[in-house]
């Protein structure tokens, strides 16, 4: 059974960065079926992919539009997990972040979910 | 980027009812859809993927249909633990985007 944990702060103040990482268990951040994917919700934006990260010989990176000058997500092989980053964050990044896992095109497993909030 | 859109937004509805919520999509997106289930405080649960494919563990009385721009996830019989917002969401192409939700109450 996959299960992935997030940890990262809840807090984040205007214009800095926000940070979670996802750790996984029961597969690999490396493994070559699978993707590594962030996502948001919020009232006003609803569900919100954010992009990806995945190993097909080659680390690969995919990121929405509407983040894409702002946002990094990084594997971490050495600890099995991969991570956030948002920088220039503004109170309309205020959300609830998820990541999951993909393969064939679905989400199925989730972590739990964590409400950041961007507040000074 | 493909919109998707739900109908209803919001359905009331009973144990033992049929129901059937719509998704369209804003060009083709041939069977690359998939149905989620979100209950409050809880992260989205898949329950179809490629339309119409069962995602395992969950129960029969869920299925999907439909390909190209209209699809459609119907249950069956309804259940106490089936209450919750739906969401459709397609695969076809990046940013891989989902409807707004259509929430089921009693």
């Known amino acids: 059974q996959v299960h992935l944990r997030q940890s990262g702060p809840g807090l984040v103040k205007p214009s800095q960065t926000l940070s979670l990482t996802c750790a996984i268990s029961g597969d690999s951040v490396s493994s070559n079926s699978a993707a590594w994917n962030w996502f948001r919700q919020s009232p006003s934006r609803g569900l919100e992919w954010l992009g990806r990260?995945?190993?097909?010989?080659?680390?690969?990176?995919h990121y929405a539009p509407s983040v894409k000058s702002r946002i990094t997500i990084n594997p971490d092989t050495s600890k099995n997990q991969f991570s956030l980053q948002l920088n220039s964050v503004t109170p309309e990044d205020t959300a609830v972040y998820y990541c999951?896992?993909?393969?064939?095109?679905?989400?199925?497993?989730w972590g739990q979910g964590t409400l950041v909030t961007v507040s000074s | 980027d493909i919109q998707m859109t739900q109908s209803p937004s919001s359905l009331s509805a009973s144990v033992g009812d049929r129901v059937t919520i719509s998704c369209r999509a804003s060009q083709s997106i041939s069977t690359y859809l998939n149905w989620y289930q979100q209950k409050p405080g809880e992260a989205p649960k898949v329950l179809i993927y490629?339309?119409?494919s069962l995602q395992s563990g969950v129960p029969s009385t869920f299925s999907g249909s439909g390909s190209g721009t209209d699809f459609t996830l119907t249950i069956s019989s309804l259940q106490p633990e089936d209450f919750a917002t739906y969401y459709c969401q397609q695969s076809y192409s990046t940013p891989y985007t989902f409807g707004r939700g259509t929430k089921l109450e009693i």
């Open positions: 990260t995945y190993h097909r010989s080659d680390w690969h990176n």
């Open positions: 999951a896992r993909s393969g064939n095109g679905y989400y199925d497993f």
């Open positions: 490629a339309a119409s």
